[in-house]
């Protein structure tokens, strides 16, 4: 069984400051973990996976997230908040094999200039 | 590369209607594609996995005989929404993955339907 929960529905931040999008996970095996980006009416666009390499996975547009399996984590982070950030993030968790993958329900990341 | 098209963008039909959406991998073949359901502001709702060659699977709640998939080859599905209803408007996302990109999921654009 695997589960994924994003702790906040919203993250507000100021253009310029960090940004913090937790995720956290449940699996009953090593899983893969991915976190997925959408703007308005757009399809959904990979940043980064996880798939049981380096704990710490760098991603498009300045983004990473470390893999913490004691933690069951997999928060996104980026330095420096653009304008162009905001969007619906979604945390995914897949075993791989025939499972499907389950998404987390997405966190809305607003930039104020 | 893993880039995945859906056609239509956008729809717009008649009560009673049938429409069908189109998902291909461009560049990969995707032994596996899925279907979703985004309504406004949420997340994406899984209607039905399938693939190539067989019989798609479906989520509970999703009826097969109203929302019909086809995976005829390694790089196209279809979901034809059978005599759709206002009830049906919604974005529909599909995504295609393989064993050969690690089971990552690559998404479509998304097809918005409006039945009026």
């Known amino acids: 069984a695997q589960s994924v929960t994003q702790l906040d529905s919203h993250v507000s931040v100021s253009e310029g400051t960090p940004v913090l999008l937790r995720c956290n996970y449940s699996s009953s095996y090593s899983p893969s973990l991915f976190w997925y980006v959408q703007h308005p009416n757009k399809g959904l666009q990979l940043l980064l996976k996880y798939t049981s390499a380096a704990t710490l996975v760098k991603g498009i547009n300045g983004f990473e997230a470390e893999f913490k399996k004691s933690e069951t984590s997999f928060h996104l982070t980026k330095p420096s908040a653009h304008m162009s950030d905001a969007a619906e993030y979604f945390c995914v968790v897949s075993l791989g094999g025939s499972y499907i993958p389950t998404f987390g329900r997405g966190t809305s990341l607003i930039v104020h200039p | 590369g893993a880039v995945v098209s859906q056609h239509p963008s956008r729809v717009i039909c008649k009560s009673g209607t049938s429409v069908k959406i189109e998902c291909r991998s461009l560049d990969f073949q995707a032994t596996t594609m899925f279907w979703y359901r985004q309504f406004p502001k949420k997340s994406l709702m899984l209607m039905a996995t399938s693939n190539e060659g067989s019989k798609a699977t479906y989520e509970q709640g999703v009826e097969k005989d109203k929302f019909l998939i086809n995976h005829a080859s390694l790089t196209l599905s279809t979901l034809t929404v059978t005599s759709a209803h206002p009830e049906d408007s919604s974005f529909y996302i599909c995504?295609?993955?393989?064993?050969?990109?690690?089971?990552?999921?690559?998404f479509g654009p998304g097809t918005r339907l409006l039945v009026l």
């Open positions: 995504s295609a993955s393989s064993q050969g990109l690690q089971e990552t999921q690559y």
